[in-house]
């Protein structure tokens, strides 16, 4: 059953409601460094490949999660209101949302995957082995987004340890199945994306049973469903901007991708390694930023403003230090960590120089992702868009391609442009708290 996030100690009730989340994000990384694990023993080009997919596997978390947002923080607005039927109501049509988004998702990205690696660069047999890995993934998407969203309906009454089981339990899984289908059966990289997939279909079957079982506060009937055009507008008026968000993301790692892959196969092997260890800690900032939704969403529902932006303070700041803490390790000891995944002196040259910048961005970023999470769960979603726009779009891929192209620096230069996106949206994410109001 759901929490009241209304009441109680504040930094408390950070903790409490998002531990179980950051435990969830990590256990989310799991996914990625799994795959790029067990790919990594088969050859480079095989981790080069998984890389360049990575955009289009962030593009179908970005969106499922965009949706999973929106009704998170459509529903906490009405848990905290106390209305039961609305909550019920927006949970049913925010599954009818990830059903559709995931067909249109699937289908557009069979056909258009092709022609995106082509402008990443990606021919022959490099090309062929992405189309393996993307292609399974793409089959099952609307599976994985109508997941996500169960896992949301749950975060949006304040359960956050049930969601947190379901991934854990699916990671597990993926990371039982990855050896078994890649090298048993000899099934490559597609069998890292088949259990990758299969754990994602688990989640779903899982998390849905036991929303319709009411063991959660929200209640699923669709034997009496209505379709009204309202809870689409509410779960798109903040999950379209909160997806655009992380397209934005996927977008900019598209664009990251391009540019890293100007410097060779062992380049694009670092880059697909070391952002995979990057989510190691940004999810974790992710999962507190989306526990605010709840938190938020439920304050603002009971008219409680101050506690509110009080919330998103204190969780921004946790979550800073947190990061900070995974970025020293990191820092000292990125050879070793980058040869596990892959011993190339190459790629792991490379890994490691990525794994001793990119932490000067975690400093800050915990608290621009804690402001963004505030704004979605306050219904302003467009501020949270502008958040996260700023960091990788506006400011990170142009000073990335100055840096490493044009004044010469190197991978040294794209990994500095990512830094200076992170600060500048750290500026931006201030000022809008500062001077917008969290609410109305």
Known sequence: ?????????????????????????????????????????????????????????????????????????????????????????????????????????SLAGLAATPHLFDIMGASGSLKDLALDYINVLLFFAPLMLMAFVGNSILRGEGDMITPMKVIGSAALLNIILDPILIFGLGLGVKGAALATALSRFYAMVFILYYIHSRRAWVSLDFRNFSFEFDYIKRIFSVGIPSALSNISLSVGMFMLTIIVGFFGVDALAAFGVGFRLDSLVILPGLGVSIALVSMVG????????????????????????????????????APWIISVFNSEPLVV????????????????????????????????AHLALLVNCSRIILFAVPAAYIMAVKLNYGLDGVWWGIVFGSFTSFIVALLLFRYAKLSG
């Open 1 to 105: 059953m759901g929490e009241d996030l209304t009441q109680g100690h504040i930094v408390q009730t950070i903790i409490k409601t998002s531990w179980p989340m950051v435990v969830a994000f990590l256990l989310q990384s799991a996914f990625n460094l799994a795959d790029a694990f067990f790919v990594g023993k088969i050859s480079s080009e095989a981790l080069a490949a998984v890389s360049i997919s990575f955009p289009i596997v962030f593009l179908i978390i970005s969106l499922g999660s965009g949706i999973g947002v929106g009704v998170t923080s459509v529903t906490s607005r009405f848990i905290g209101a106390k209305k039961q039927k609305n909550a019920d109501n927006a949970s049913e049509h925010g599954l009818l949302i990830a059903l559709v988004a995931g067909l249109t998702l």
């Open 298 to 333: 439920q304050n603002i529902g009971a008219g409680k403003v101050n506690r509110a932006r009080s919330m998103t303070l204190k969780a921004g700041l946790l979550s800073s230090a947190f990061m900070s803490f995974i970025g020293l390790f990191f820092y000292l000891f």
């Open 349 to 380: 040259e490379y890994g490691t120089s990525l794994l001793r910048i990119l932490p000067f961005s975690y400093i800050v970023m915990g608290v621009a992702l804690s402001i963004g999470g505030a704004f979605l769960g306050a219904g302003r």
